[in-house]
C-alpha cells in the first residue's frame, strides 16, 4: 500500500515537472529575439531587415510591426508554410515579391499598415494573386490611390474585411471592389473621397459595415445599398442624403452623418431598420414655416456629367414618407432647428433617447413625445425656449434625464412632474426660475409660475444653477432625497430648505451664492463628499466642516483670514484629497494650519501656488514668503517680545551713560576708594 502511494506521487511529480518544463519552453525567446509561445512568434522592434529564419516552422502567428523590413521575398516566407496571420506594421515596407506567398498560401490577415505599397503596388498586386484564403487585409496609411487599389484587389474572393483608411483615394468607381463578392466591412476613411460613381458597391452583396468617415462627399443623391447594416458618413461636406426609391427592405440599423452640411432631415428609407441615427453638428432645420404648408417644395440643383437636373422636391412629404417608428437613439443637436413639426416626433413611438440640444427652438412641445414611452434621456439644452408645452398629459414614466439648461424658462407647465416619477436628473440650470414656497401671511403673487420639485420622489441630481432663485427659509425642497445639489449663483439666504435633503447629499455646490455672514451649519451633512463654497466672500469658516468626511472642498474667493485646523486629527483632513484656497486675504503670521496640511500627504491642493497672505496690507505668495517673514512674525505677534523691543533701547542708553559717567569720573573715584583702603589697612 505505502509503495502504491509512493508510486502514485512520484508519477504526480514527474507529470508536474514535464508540464513545468513545456511552460518553460512556452516562453523562450529566438535567437533573432523574438518571443515565442505556442505557434505564436513576436519579433516586433528589433531592427529586423529580414523576416527571421529561426522560428518554428509551425507557427500560425507572426507579428514584425516596427521593423526596417522593405521587401518580403520568396524564401522569407515559404519557412512558415502554416502561417494564418501575419503583420508587418510599419517597416518601410515597399516590395512583396510575386512569389512570396506561394510558400505561405494558408494566410488569412495580413496587415500592411503604414508602409509604403505604393511604390512597388503593381509587383505587390501579383503577389496578392496567392493569397486564396485572405479574409483581412489592412492597407491603411500606404499613399495609395483609386488605381493602385484596383490592382491590389484584383483577386480577393475570400475577403471579409478591409481597411483603407489614410491613403490618397480621390474617387470610387465600380471596378474598385468588383471581385469582392465576399466582404462584409469596408473603411475607407481618411482619404479625399469627393464622388462615388453609382454601383461602386451594389455587387458587395454581403457589405454590413461601410465607413467613409472623413472625406469630401459633397452629397448622396441615390442610397439603394439595401444590404448594409452600419454606415457611417460623418466628417463629410454632404448637404443632402436621399435614398432610392424603392419599395423593398432596406437593412440599415446605424447611420451616421453627423458633422456634415446637411440642410434637410436626411430622406431615408421608406423600409429600414434604423434604431440609431446620429445627426449632430450640421445645418438642418425644418423650412415649411417659412412658407405655407403647402408650399414647402425646395427645387434642388443637381449637377451630374455637366448637365444640370432641377428637382423640386416637398421635404416635408418625403419626411412623412420615411418610417421614423424603429428610432431609438436620434442625436440632432447642433443644428438650426427652430421648431419641429409635430407629426415628426409623434411618430417615432420607440425612442429612448432624443437629443436636441444646442439648435434654435423657441417652442417644444412635450405632447409630441406622447407615443414615446420608453424615453429615457431628453437633452433640450442650449436653445432658447421660452415656453414649454403640455396641452394633455403624456406618459414620461420611463423617463431618467431630463435636460433643459440654459434656455429662456420662466415657468414650467403646471403638473408637468407628476408623471415623471422615474426621474433621476433634472437640470434647469440657467433658466430664471423661482422654487415654490410655503404660503406667510399674504400669498406670494408669483405661487403660480413656481416649480414645485416635492412629485420628484426619485430625484437624485438636481442643477439649478444661475436661475436667479431666491432660497429662503418658506421653500420647499423637502421630501426629495438629492445626492447632488448644484445651487450655484443664485441667493441662498437660508438652508433649513435643505434639511430633508441634507443627510443623502453627496455633493453641494454653493457657488457665488450665500451672503457673507451667513453662518452655515453642516454637521447633518453626513454624507456630503464635494462641497463648493467658493466664491462667497465667507469671512466665519463654518467650523461644522471640519468633523465631515470631504474629499473635496473648494474655498477659493472667500475673506478667510485663517482656517481652524490645528493637528492633524480632524476628521476632514483624514478624508480630503482635494483642497482649494486661493484669493482669501490669509494672515501671514498665521499660517500654521497651512503645515497642519502639508503633512496631511493625501491633500492636494492644486491651487497652491496661487495661495498669498497679507503681511501689513502687502499680499505675498505663500509658497514664496520670504525668510525674514516668520521672524518679523515674532516680533509681531510674541508680546513678551514687544515689552523686550521697547524696553531694549531704554536699558542700552541707561548703561551707556553710566558707562561715560565711570569713565569720566575715574580718577576721582579712583582716589577716593584708594584713601577708603589705606584708611581700613589702618585697621
Ligand atoms: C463614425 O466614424 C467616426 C470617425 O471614425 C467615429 O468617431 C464615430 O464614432 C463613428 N460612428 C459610429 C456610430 O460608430
Ligand atoms: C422651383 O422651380 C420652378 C420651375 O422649375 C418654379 O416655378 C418654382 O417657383 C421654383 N420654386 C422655388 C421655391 O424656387
Ligand atoms: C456621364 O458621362 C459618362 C461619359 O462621359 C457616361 O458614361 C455616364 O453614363 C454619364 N452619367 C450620367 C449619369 O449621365
Ligand atoms: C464639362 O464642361 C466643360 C466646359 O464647360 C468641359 O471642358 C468638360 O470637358 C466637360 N466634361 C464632361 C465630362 O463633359
Ligand atoms: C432629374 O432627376 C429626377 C429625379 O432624380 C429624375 O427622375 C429625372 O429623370 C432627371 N432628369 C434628367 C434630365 O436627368
Ligand atoms: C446639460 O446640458 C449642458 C449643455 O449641453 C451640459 O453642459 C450639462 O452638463 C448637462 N447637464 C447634465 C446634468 O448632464
Ligand atoms: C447679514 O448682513 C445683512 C446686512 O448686510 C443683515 O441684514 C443680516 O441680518 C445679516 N445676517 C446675519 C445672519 O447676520
Ligand atoms: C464678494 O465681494 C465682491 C467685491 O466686494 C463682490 O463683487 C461680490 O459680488 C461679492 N460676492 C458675493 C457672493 O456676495
Ligand atoms: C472681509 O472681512 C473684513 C473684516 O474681517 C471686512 O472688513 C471686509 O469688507 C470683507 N471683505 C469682503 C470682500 O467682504
Ligand atoms: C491685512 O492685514 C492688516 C493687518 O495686518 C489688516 O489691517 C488689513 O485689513 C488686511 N487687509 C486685507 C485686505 O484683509
Redesign the pocket.
Known amino acids: 500500500m505505502a509503495i502504491a502511494s509512493i508510486w502514485i506521487s512520484l508519477g504526480c511529480m514527474y507529470l508536474l515537472l514535464t508540464w513545468c518544463n513545456n511552460a518553460i519552453e512556452a516562453k523562450r525567446s529566438s535567437q533573432t529575439g523574438c518571443k515565442l509561445s505556442y505557434r505564436f512568434a513576436d519579433c516586433r522592434f528589433l531592427q529586423l531587415v529580414s523576416v527571421p529564419r529561426d522560428l518554428p516552422n509551425d507557427i500560425e502567428e507572426l507579428l514584425l510591426d516596427f521593423n526596417q523590413i522593405q521587401s518580403i521575398s520568396k524564401t522569407s516566407l515559404s519557412l512558415y508554410p502554416d502561417l494564418k496571420s501575419l503583420s508587418l506594421q510599419s517597416n518601410g515596407l515597399e516590395l512583396i515579391e510575386p512569389d512570396a506567398f506561394q510558400g505561405a498560401i494558408r494566410i488569412e490577415s495580413l496587415s500592411l499598415q503604414n508602409n509604403n505599397i505604393a511604390a512597388e503596388y503593381s509587383k505587390t498586386s501579383e503577389a496578392l494573386l496567392y493569397t486564396p484564403s485572405l479574409k483581412n487585409l489592412d492597407l491603411s496609411t500606404n499613399g495609395l490611390k483609386m488605381h493602385m487599389v484596383t490592382s491590389l484587389l484584383g483577386n480577393m474572393r475570400t475577403l471579409e474585411n478591409l481597411c483603407l483608411d489614410h491613403n490618397i483615394i480621390m474617387h470610387l468607381d465600380d471596378t474598385v471592389f468588383a471581385g469582392l463578392r465576399e466582404l462584409k466591412q469596408l473603411s475607407v476613411q481618411w482619404n479625399y473621397i469627393y464622388e462615388v460613381e453609382s454601383g461602386t458597391f451594389d455587387h458587395l452583396i454581403k457589405l454590413k459595415t461601410l465607413n467613409l468617415a472623413f472625406n469630401s462627399l459633397p452629397c448622396i ?2 442610397f439603394g445599398l439595401t444590404q448594409l447594416r452600419t454606415l457611417n458618413l460623418s466628417f463629410n461636406q454632404l448637404e443632402w442624403f ?1 435614398s432610392r426609391e424603392l419599395d423593398k427592405e432596406f437593412s440599415l440599423e446605424l447611420l451616421d452623418i453627423s458633422h456634415n452640411q446637411l440642410l434637410f432631415f436626411p430622406l431615408l428609407p421608406r423600409v429600414h431598420h434604423i434604431h440609431t441615427l446620429l445627426l449632430s453638428d450640421n445645418r438642418m432645420r425644418f423650412y415649411s414655416e417659412l412658407f405655407d404648408t403647402d408650399s414647402s417644395y425646395v427645387n434642388f440643383t ?1 449637377m ?1 456629367n455637366n ?1 444640370t ?3 423640386a422636391i416637398n421635404v416635408w412629404e418625403e419626411e412623412i414618407k420615411s418610417d421614423l417608428s424603429t428610432l431609438q437613439f436620434l442625436d440632432m443637436s447642433r443644428n438650426q432647428f427652430t421648431y419641429l413639426p409635430e407629426e415628426f416626433i409623434v411618430k417615432m413611438i420607440s425612442l429612448i433617447q432624443l437629443k436636441l440640444d444646442w439648435n434654435c427652438l423657441d417652442t417644444f412641445s412635450l405632447s409630441h413625445l406622447r407615443g414615446s414611452n420608453s424615453l429615457i434621456e431628453l437633452d433640450l439644452s442650449y436653445n432658447r425656449i421660452s415656453e414649454l408645452l403640455m396641452d394633455d398629459t403624456p406618459s414620461f414614466s420611463s423617463l431618467h434625464y431630463f435636460n433643459m439648461s440654459r434656455n429662456n424658462l420662466q415657468t414650467l407647465p403646471k403638473h408637468m412632474f407628476n408623471d415623471m416619477k422615474g426621474l433621476r436628473t433634472l437640470d434647469l440650470s440657467h433658466n430664471r426660475l423661482s422654487l415654490c414656497c410655503k404660503q406667510v401671511g399674504a400669498a406670494r403673487s408669483d405661487d403660480n409660475n413656481c416649480v414645485d420639485m416635492r412629485p420628484l420622489t426619485s430625484l437624485k441630481n438636481l442643477y439649478l444653477s444661475g436661475c436667479g432663485l431666491v432660497l429662503d427659509a418658506h421653500c420647499i425642497l423637502d421630501g426629495t432625497t438629492l445626492t447632488h445639489l448644484d445651487l450655484s449663483e443664485n441667493h441662498v439666504k437660508d438652508l433649513s430648505p435643505l434639511q430633508d435633503t441634507c443627510r443623502t447629499l453627496h455633493f453641494l455646490s454653493l457657488r457665488n451664492s450665500l451672503p457673507y455672514n451667513l453662518s452655515l451649519d453642516f454637521s447633518s451633512y453626513q454624507n456630503l463628499r464635494y462641497l463648493d463654497l467658493a466664491e462667497n466672500n465667507l469671512t466665519n469658516f463654518p467650523t461644522s466642516l471640519i468633523e465631515l468626511s470631504l474629499q473635496s472642498l473648494d474655498l477659493r474667493q472667500n475673506n478667510f483670514t485663517s482656517l481652524p485646523l490645528y493637528n492633524t486629527y480632524h476628521g476632514l483632513l483624514r478624508t480630503l484629497n482635494v483642497l482649494y484656497l486661493s484669493k482669501n486675504p490669509f494672515e501671514c503670521c498665521e499660517l500654521s494650519w497651512l503645515n497642519v496640511l502639508k503633512e496631511s500627504s493625501s491633500i492636494n491642493i492644486p491651487d497652491l501656488p496661487q495661495v498669498s497672505c497679507n503681511f501689513s496690507n502687502h499680499f505675498m505668495l505663500v509658497q514664496r514668503l520670504p525668510e525674514s517673514i516668520p521672524h518679523s512674525c515674532l516680533w509681531k505677534t510674541g508680546d513678551v517680545l514687544l515689552y523686550l523691543l521697547l524696553i531694549l533701547p531704554i536699558c542700552v542708553t541707561f548703561l551707556v551713560a553710566l558707562l561715560l559717567m565711570f569713565l569720566t569720573f575715574r580718577e576721582i573715584i579712583l582716589q577716593k576708594l584708594k584713601r577708603r583702603c589705606r584708611r581700613s589697612t589702618s585697621y
Request: overall charge negative; proline content about 0%; aromatic content about 0%.
Open positions: 443623391l441615390d436621399q443637381i451630374e448637365s437636373n432641377t428637382t
